[in-house]
């Protein structure tokens, strides 16, 4: 696929799935399987649970983790010990979970391993950097989490893959329509390099910009509060919000003469959480949304069988996506 071929010029991919048996797991063996790791070095490791025979959700089966010999992993104490392989342990971390111990090892033999890593985006961030430093890592790959779209950000992972499919809807233009949404946020344009210098020291609150560029703290803690203090404001060409957007704060400031074709720049696409008519309508009303930092997306793979057993026409989901994102779109169990 030539996604990996994009993929080993990074240091770091998250795969990321939209819904639980959307196809991440899959997508994670097909790149270690075909990793040129002749030439490479590679480190593998989850934010949640993976490699487990069944979903403890949906008690469905699920694809076990396999990797080669060579090849670097980090999981809990407990899960290292049920290992099905011969390995070198090579880092134990300080990094403690509920399942104890964050540890690393070299694979010496091919066989399957549960994964279970670091469980906090700090963490994360901490561990994948003792991998390049110390260990000289070419590539950390990250297994994804339901609801833990936040490793995807760029101050986690340099690049992603998205997986989706039919466990999101069985319906292919809603899943169609669902995916592209997401594909949309996480392609969000930069916002101007002046912004990001103002905006880069900046760790809480929301910010503006007015029109003669001079920057004022609208003294909130966070987007979630309604009583912006805009006074002595004109008009706002530019707001900054160092944490989430929401639905909420996009209609609270809809309308507003003085947030009038405003730019909303937020750090990267997982601090958005609005719904695609809200998006629209501030958009079609003259605003702007952008980001600080922007995600790198590889690829966009699609699991067209859902756990209830509904399976989509493959060829027709995977050429409707693609239209919809202008991306290639890959069913991995087909090919």
């Not at 980090?74 to 540890?103: C, F, P, Q, W």
């Not at 997401?182 to 390099?193: A, K």
């Not at 003085?258 to 958005?272: G, H, L, M, Q, Y």
Request: aromatic fraction near 6%; charge should be neutral.
């Amino acid at each position: 696929m030539p996604f990996i071929n994009e993929l080993v010029r990074h240091r770091s991919c998250s795969i990321v799935g939209l819904e639980k048996n959307t196809g991440k797991t899959v997508c994670l063996n097909y790149v270690l399987n075909r990793l040129p790791l002749d030439r490479m070095r590679v480190v593998v490791s989850s934010i949640g649970i993976d490699g487990e025979k069944t979903d403890q959700v949906t008690r469905t089966s699920k694809p076990e983790i396999t990797v080669k010999e060579g090849v670097l992993f980090a999981t809990s104490e407990k899960h290292y010990l049920m290992r099905k392989l011969v390995s070198e342990l090579v880092d134990v971390s300080d990094e403690n979970s509920s399942l104890g111990r964050i540890v690393t090892a070299k694979a010496l033999t091919k066989g399957k391993v549960l994964l279970s890593g670091p469980s906090s985006n700090f963490g994360l961030r901490r561990w994948k950097e003792s991998m390049h430093r110390n260990f000289d890592v070419d590539l950390v790959l990250i297994d994804g989490a339901l609801s833990r779209m936040s490793l995807a950000s760029p101050a986690t992972s340099e690049s992603m893959i998205l997986s989706t499919g039919a466990a999101l809807s069985a319906n292919i233009n809603n899943l169609v329509q669902k995916t592209a949404f997401v594909v949309e946020m996480i392609n969000l344009d930069l916002t101007s390099p002046q912004n990001i210098a103002k905006f880069s020291s900046i760790n809480n609150g929301v910010w503006a910009i007015d029109d003669d560029d001079v920057l004022h703290d609208l003294k909130v803690a966070s987007s979630l509060s309604v009583n912006l203090c805009t006074e002595g404001i004109g008009h706002c060409k530019t707001l900054f919000l160092s944490g989430a957007l929401t639905d909420s704060f996009l209609t609270n400031i809809r309308g507003k003469r003085i947030f009038a074709n405003t730019e909303i720049v937020v750090s990267d696409f997982t601090k958005i959480f609005v719904s695609p008519l809200v998006f629209r309508s501030f958009v079609n009303g003259g605003g702007t949304i952008r980001v600080m930092q922007k995600s790198n997306l590889l690829a966009v793979t699609v699991n067209p069988t859902a756990p209830n057993g509904i399976v989509l026409d493959s060829e027709r989901l995977c050429s409707t996506l693609s239209e919809a994102i202008g991306l290639p779109v890959y069913d991995l169990m087909k090919n």
